[in-house]
């Protein structure tokens, strides 16, 4: 059953709605949710001035602690259309049309799109690479006049992790530099791993232990 852009904006039509979302997903209803500091039933509201429920003793409860959305400026309502996005595509959703569609930043729409894949990957099942994990770079494509290498015309590069004695991870990366590269291994190797890469300098700035 498909569920259309209008029927997602009926859901979440703004950010409050979104809110009650996130706190009935950790929590449970909020009429029928108990204060963890009192013990109170059904004494939970939400506050008018800021993204938090309240029990009538005073405490708070933050729906958007230890998630991506925590220290996030971006509308909630916004994140959650990306999710829809991520959610009712077959072949993921690029920074850029994140971008067009939420009206923000590249930047801002490349955070949201990370954690967004890394929190579906984690989902999955696939909780990375670990261990020791070889990176490494190679570009393919048609011969061009002109220059070599790295940065030529008409290539594609393609950027492999390998855990030792386990899983491949591929990517074809559009733009190699060091910031997108680096990116895709916090995305997919777990804290602790030991890193082999060689002395590009798009690799510069990662430790032998990572994280």
Not at 59 to 88: C, G, N, V
Not at 153 to 167: P, Q, R
């Amino acid at each position: 059953m498909t569920y259309s852009v209008l029927e997602f904006m009926k859901q979440f039509p703004d950010d409050d709605a979104c809110l009650e979302h996130l706190f009935v997903t950790r929590f449970g209803k909020v009429e029928e949710a108990h204060c963890p500091k009192c013990g109170e039933i059904g004494k939970i509201r939400k506050l008018s001035k800021m993204p938090a429920y309240t029990c009538n003793c005073g405490h708070h409860i933050h729906p958007m602690k230890d998630t991506p959305f925590e220290r996030s400026t971006t509308p909630l309502q916004k994140w959650f259309y990306a999710m829809y996005l991520f959610t009712t595509s077959r072949h993921g959703v690029p920074a850029k049309e994140l971008q067009r569609q939420l009206s923000v930043t590249y930047k801002t729409a490349w955070r949201i799109g990370h954690e967004i894949r890394k929190y579906m990957a984690k989902i999955d099942g696939d909780n990375g690479l670990s261990g020791t994990v070889e990176a490494d770079e190679t570009y393919v494509g048609g011969k061009k006049q002109g220059k070599r290498g790295r940065g030529a015309a008409n290539k594609t590069v393609v950027f492999g992790m390998l855990e030792k004695g386990g899983d491949v991870i591929t990517k074809i990366v559009p733009n190699a530099g060091r910031k997108i590269l680096q990116s895709h291994i916090s995305a997919n190797v777990t804290k602790g791993s030991e890193m082999q890469t060689d002395e590009w300098s798009g690799y510069k700035g990662l430790s032998a232990k990572v994280y």
